[in-house]
C-alpha cells in the first residue's frame, strides 16, 4: 500500500534531503524532490502527492509561508516542516498554519519514517470521514429531491382534480398553477399551457380584475365573480409567503338562486297578506258606525287596531325588503341628507316629546349630496332614529351628526339607550335578529336594520354600529358624495 504513495520533497539540496530521500524509499515510498517554486506548484497540482516535507527555508522562501499558500489551494494536503532547529515557537507556528508535523535535527532515518506514517494515517482517517460524509450528505439530498418531487407530483394532482377553482401565482401575479376546474370556469381550454403568464392577460373577467386590483388588502373571503350566464362564484385571495399568492373559487349560483327565490316567496306572500289586512281594517271602522260600542267592545277595537298596524308594518317592511333585494331600487337624484332628516326628525317630534328626550342636531357646514333614491334615504333615517328613540328610556339623550369625510357623506345616530352586546352587533343588521338584551316592553320585527343595510348597500355606502353595553349606541352611515 506504502508503495504507491508519493511523497514529495520540497528542499534545497543537503545532506539531510538526501538522508531523507534514502530513509523514505527504504519505506517503500515514491520519492519525488523539487528545489524550486514552480516545480514545486507543478508537482503538487499534477502529480498528487500523498504528502509533502518542506524545509524551513526553500527555493529562498519561508517553508511556513509556502505551506499557507499550498494548504489555501489543498486543504486536505498533508504538510511535514523541516526545521533546522527545535524553537519554543516551532510547534506552535505549525499548529495555526494548519501542517500536520514536523521534524527538526538530529535526525535519525527511523523519526522521519514514523513522522510521515504518522501524518499519513491521519490524513487517510479524515479523508475517509470527508468522503463518507460528502456521500451521507448526497444521498441525502438526493432522497429530499426525491421526495420533494413525488410530493409535487402529489399535490398537483390534488389541486388539480379539486372540484374548487385554485389559482396559484407568483408575486407578480403571473400563474404558477391554474388547475382544471379553473379552465372550465373561464373557459380556457384544457391543453394551452398558462404557466408564466400574467392572470389579468389570460382572464379578462372584470370582476376577477377588481379582485386583483384589491390584493393591497390582505386575505380577502368575500368576492363575488359574475358572469354573463348568469353563474356566480365566490373568491378568496390568500397571500402566500415567498410564493405569491392563490386565489379559490366556489360556485355559489345555486345559493344566489335560493336567495332570488326566497325573495320572491317573501314578496308574493308580503302582497297576498296585505290585502286582507286592509279588508279587516276596512270592515273595523264599518263595526263602529253601526251603532255605539260598549267600552269593553272599544277597549277590544282598539287592541285590534294596534295588532292589524302592526302586522301591516312588518308586510310592509317584508315588501320593502322583497323589492330591495331584488335590486328594484333604481332611481337616483341629488339628495341633500340634511333636508331629508328634518322631515324624518319632524315626524318623530311629538314621541321625542313625550318620553323627553334630548335632542341635538350638529349639521357640518359645506355639506355635500349624495345620488340616491330620497324615498329610500328617508326609510333608512327613519329606522335609524326610530330605534333610536324606542330604545333609549325616558330623558334620555340622542345626537344626530352629519359631517363631510374624505369626499363621504357621513351620518351618525347615537343614543343612551341599552347598547348591543359585542357578540351581537354584526348580527343586528340580519333580518329578524333581535339582540339577546333588548328590552321586554320594546316590539319590534328585527327587519329595520336589514333594510337600512340594503338601502345602504344599493346605495354603494357602509353602515355599522359602535356601542356599549349600558352606555349607548352609535350608528353610522356613509354614502359616497355626488351631484
Ligand atoms: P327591531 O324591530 O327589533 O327594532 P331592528 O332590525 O331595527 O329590529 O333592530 C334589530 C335589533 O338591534 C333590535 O331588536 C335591537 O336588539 C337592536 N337595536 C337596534 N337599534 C338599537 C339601538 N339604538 N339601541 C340598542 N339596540 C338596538
Same mark, same amino acid.
Not at 196 to 208: C, F, Q, Y
Given at each position: ?8 520533497? $520540497? ?46 527555508? @526553500? ?17 486536505? *494536503? ?11 515557537? *516551532? ?31 491521519? &490524513? ?38 379539486? =372540484? ?8 407578480? =401575479? /403571473? ?50 365573480? /359574475? ?25 355559489? #349560483? ?8 326566497? #325573495? ?8 297576498? *297578506? ?30 285590534? =287596531? ?7 308594518? *312588518? ?23 340634511? /333636508? ?7 315626524? @318623530? ?22 345620488? &340616491? ?34 369626499? =363621504? ?40 336594520? $336589514? ?33
Amino acid at each position: 500500500m506504502a508503495k504507491q504513495e508519493m511523497i514529495l520533497l $520540497a528542499m534545497d539540496p543537503s545532506p539531510t534531503l538526501d538522508l531523507m530521500q534514502r530513509a523514505l524509499s527504504a519505506a517503500g515510498f515514491e520519492v519525488a524532490i523539487v528545489h524550486n517554486r514552480p516545480a514545486l506548484d507543478k508537482s503538487v497540482q499534477e502529480a498528487i502527492p500523498s504528502l509533502m516535507l518542506i524545509g524551513d527555508t @526553500f527555493a529562498g522562501q519561508d517553508g511556513l509561508t509556502v505551506s499557507s499558500e499550498m494548504l489555501a489551494r489543498f486543504p486536505t *494536503l498533508p504538510i511535514i516542516l523541516y526545521a533546522n532547529q527545535d524553537t519554543t515557537g *516551532l510547534a506552535k507556528s505549525i499548529l495555526k498554519k494548519g501542517l500536520s508535523g514536523y521534524l527538526y535535527p538530529p535526525l535519525k532515518m527511523a523519526d522521519i519514517v514514523d513522522e510521515v506514517q504518522r501524518c499519513l494515517v491521519r &490524513a487517510r482517517t479524515l479523508g475517509d470521514w470527508l468522503r463518507r460524509e460528502v456521500k451521507r450528505t448526497t444521498a441525502s439530498l438526493e432522497e429530499k429531491a426525491h421526495i420533494s418531487e413525488t410530493e409535487r407530483v402529489k399535490l398537483e394532482a390534488i389541486i388539480a382534480n379539486i =372540484q374548487d377553482g385554485v389559482i396559484v401565482m407568483d408575486e407578480g =401575479q /403571473n400563474i404558477l398553477l391554474i388547475n382544471r376546474a379553473v379552465r372550465e370556469i373561464f373557459n380556457l381550454g384544457e391543453e394551452t399551457p398558462l404557466t408564466g403568464k400574467s392572470l389579468k392577460a389570460v382572464i379578462t373577467n372584470d370582476d376577477l380584475h377588481a379582485l386583483l386590483d384589491r390584493t393591497n388588502e390582505g386575505v380577502l373571503k368575500y368576492h363575488e365573480i /359574475n358572469f354573463d350566464d348568469g353563474r356566480v362564484f365566490n373568491a378568496q385571495y390568500t397571500p402566500i409567503p415567498k410564493i405569491g399568492s392563490a386565489v379559490t373559487m366556489q360556485d355559489i #349560483s345555486y345559493l344566489k338562486e335560493l336567495d332570488r327565490m326566497k #325573495s320572491d316567496f317573501i314578496h308574493t306572500v308580503s302582497h297576498d *297578506l296585505r290585502s286582507p289586512l286592509t279588508s279587516i281594517l276596512g270592515y273595523m271602522e264599518l263595526i263602529e258606525r253601526t251603532g255605539p260600542l260598549n267600552q269593553n267592545q272599544q277597549e277590544f277595537m282598539q287592541r285590534l =287596531q294596534g295588532s292589524v298596524q302592526h302586522i301591516t308594518s *312588518l308586510v310592509n317592511d317584508l315588501l320593502d325588503l322583497g323589492r330591495l333585494e331584488a335590486g328594484f331600487d333604481t332611481r337616483r337624484e341629488t339628495v341633500y341628507l340634511e /333636508n331629508v332628516l328634518r322631515y324624518s326628525l319632524d315626524m @318623530f317630534d311629538t314621541q321625542i316629546r313625550k318620553k323627553k328626550i334630548q335632542l341635538d342636531v350638529e349639521i357640518a357646514p359645506g355639506l355635500q349630496p349624495v345620488r &340616491a333614491n330620497p324615498i329610500r334615504i328617508r326609510q333608512m333615517l327613519d329606522n335609524l332614529l326610530g330605534n333610536a328613540i324606542k330604545y333609549t328610556p325616558n330623558e334620555g339623550r340622542i345626537r344626530v351628526r352629519i359631517s363631510m369625510e374624505e369626499e =363621504q357623506v357621513v351620518l351618525r345616530v347615537e343614543d343612551t339607550g341599552p347598547g348591543i352586546p359585542p357578540d351581537e352587533q354584526n348580527r343586528i343588521f340580519e333580518k329578524f335578529y333581535r339582540a339577546s338584551n333588548r328590552p321586554d316592553d320594546v316590539t319590534g320585527s328585527g327587519l329595520g336594520l $336589514a333594510i337600512v343595510k340594503s338601502i345602504v348597500d344599493s346605495h354603494q355606502g357602509r353602515v355599522w354600529v359602535e356601542s356599549t353595553l349600558e352606555r349607548g349606541s352609535t350608528f353610522a352611515v356613509l354614502l359616497p358624495a355626488g351631484e
